[in-house]
């Protein structure tokens, strides 16, 4: 199975082609730039570069669960905090159905909107499992 690898800027807006999906889009966050079951080679860190490569491989994060937010006004910090909740229960769905649980280096990191990525189109929570030391394979078994 060939990598496949992006580099995103995180937390800054983006806009082209995005060389592995192939869409175009504009504006476009990490937020909702990243889907469930993407593996990132390095830690996620604000502010530096993202690269997706395939599970298979060495990587120091995943993606395990998107929350998305209604259109609309900027909703108030209060209301994406209570998504930012979810991704704790989502996090112990997936450690009870795999044994993910079971390793004590995974810590949860989320990324949720502002009002600045509100404006450039960010209306998602994004919930990502973060190691200290590269794995292979999914967290979801």
Known sequence: MAVVAATVGFLTAC???DPVRGDTTSARTPANYFRVGDCLQ???TQGEPATIVD???PHAAEVYAIFA???GPFP???KVIG???QCGAAARAIASDTGAGNDPSLKTIVR???EHSWALGDR???CIASSDHPRTGSIRG
């Open 15 to 17: 806009s082209g082609t």
């Open 42 to 44: 390095d830690p996620v």
């Open 55 to 57: 599970c298979a491989k």
């Open 69 to 71: 937010l209604p259109d």
């Open 76 to 78: 108030g910090t209060n």
């Open 83 to 85: 998504y930012r909740k």
């Open 112 to 114: 949720s909107p502002d």
């Open 124 to 126: 998602s929570v994004t």
